[in-house]
């Protein structure tokens, strides 16, 4: 079946302006984590959903991220005011429920000029 | 979650075994050893997990010493595109926690099967 698909793939921004990345988890799977990925480092957590609500969203670097599950399925990472910092592959897995194994996405390699 | 901790990098000759160690002496009885690989430029990719028993399945198979410090994947005939970095994460299934199931990545271990 369908694997988790993020778009787009590469997104290019300049300092300041505001992006989408969006993720499409496997169907049926309630539970959707968003990862960062820094140039030779492993994934970092950000964000988890159950459903549409937010559990926890510790990972978060700041109030410039925000995310939203609106029907329980697609998400979409939202960044405010970009900046260099925040250049990075942006991963999204997916899994049945919390503490299933977790499927990821390819990736969204996030470059801020 | 508890920390692992892996050799930073290994060879292997195509064909033959890639025994791939880690090291996690703090994990909780409760705590799962999952490993997952990333082949450049992709996401990473599920490859086995396991909690006190040995698995096996169509990639690789996960050996667990008794006292839980410590493990070992296993590919069996390594090929060339099996070169990945190979992450070696404990996750709490604890539903009454808080981690929710998040994975914590540490650095890997790159891993390069030559012909």
């Known amino acids: 079946g369908a694997g988790v698909s993020q778009t787009p793939s590469n997104k290019v921004t300049e300092k300041g302006k505001y992006v989408e990345l969006r993720c499409d988890p496997i169907?049926?799977?309630?539970?959707l984590y968003w990862y960062r990925q820094s140039l030779g480092q492993g994934p970092e957590f950000l964000i988890y959903?159950?459903?549409?609500?937010?559990?926890?969203d510790s990972g978060l670097p700041n109030d410039r991220f925000f995310a939203v599950r609106p029907e329980g399925s697609v998400s979409t990472l939202k960044i405010q005011r970009t900046e260099r910092g925040d250049s990075a592959v942006y991963l999204c897995?997916?899994?049945?429920?919390?503490?299933?194994?977790?499927?990821f996405g390819p990736g969204t390699r996030l470059t801020v000029l | 979650d508890a920390k692992t901790t892996q050799p930073t990098s290994m060879d292997c000759a195509e064909g033959r075994a890639a025994n791939l160690p880690c090291n996690h002496s703090?994990?909780?009885?409760?705590?799962?050893v999952y490993w997952y690989r990333q082949i450049h430029s992709q996401g990473p990719q599920y490859i086995i997990h396991?909690?006190?028993n040995n698995e096996t399945n169509e990639m690789a198979s996960l050996i667990i010493t008794e006292d839980r410090k410590s493990s070992t994947l296993i590919l069996p005939h390594a090929t060339l595109r099996d070169t990945a970095v190979y992450y070696c994460?404990?996750?709490?299934?604890?539903?009454?926690?808080?981690?929710?199931?998040?994975?914590?990545f540490g650095q890997g271990t790159i891993l390069t099967v030559h012909p």
């Open positions: 897995a997916s899994s049945l429920g919390a503490f299933s194994t977790q499927y």
């Open positions: 169907s049926g799977h309630t539970a």
């Open positions: 959903f159950q459903g549409t609500g937010a559990a926890d």
């Open positions: 703090t994990i909780s009885g409760n705590e799962y």
């Open positions: 396991g909690l006190k």
């Open positions: 994460i404990v996750s709490s299934p604890n539903a009454g926690g808080t981690s929710y199931g998040k994975l914590t």
